[in-house]
């Protein structure tokens, strides 16, 4: 049975850090895509993050471009994502997923078979 689960959520002044850590387990997920998502209070889940973990391959959401960095251990099979330079808008509830598509790295909630519980993040202005 697969398994993630976040941690390293918290409460952060604007411009602060934060990094959010995805222990997965249940499988082997060398062949996988890791992604990151968040919701906010009234608002969709939307994508911000996912790494292939062969190949290391990463897209990010452009509302976290250069501020947010995703990366992978595959002895843990931990994922992280750090976050910097932090806005209030950042502010939501951030939710691992794995998906075994063997191409593509998808940006859709539909696409993700496997979720966590989630992390709530709050930036405060």
């Known amino acids: 049975q697969v398994r993630l689960v976040e941690s390293g959520g918290g409460l952060v002044q604007a411009g602060g850090s934060l990094r959010l850590s995805c222990a997965a387990s249940?499988?082997?997920?060398?062949?996988?895509?890791m992604g990151w998502f968040r919701q906010a209070p009234g608002k969709e889940r939307e994508f911000v993050a996912a790494?292939?973990?062969?190949?290391?391959?990463?897209s990010y959401a452009d509302s976290v471009k250069g501020r947010f960095t995703i990366s992978g251990d595959n002895a843990k099979n931990t994922v992280y994502l750090q976050m910097n330079s932090l806005k209030p808008e950042d502010t939501a509830v951030y939710y691992c997923?794995?998906?075994?598509?063997?191409?593509?790295?998808?940006?859709?909630?539909?696409?993700?078979?496997?979720w966590g519980q989630g992390t709530q993040v709050t930036v405060s202005s």
């Open positions: 790494i292939r973990w062969s190949g290391s391959t990463t």
């Open positions: 997923a794995a998906d075994s598509s063997p191409y593509t790295i998808p940006t859709t909630t539909g696409s993700y078979e496997h």
């Open positions: 249940g499988r082997t997920f060398s062949s996988y895509v």
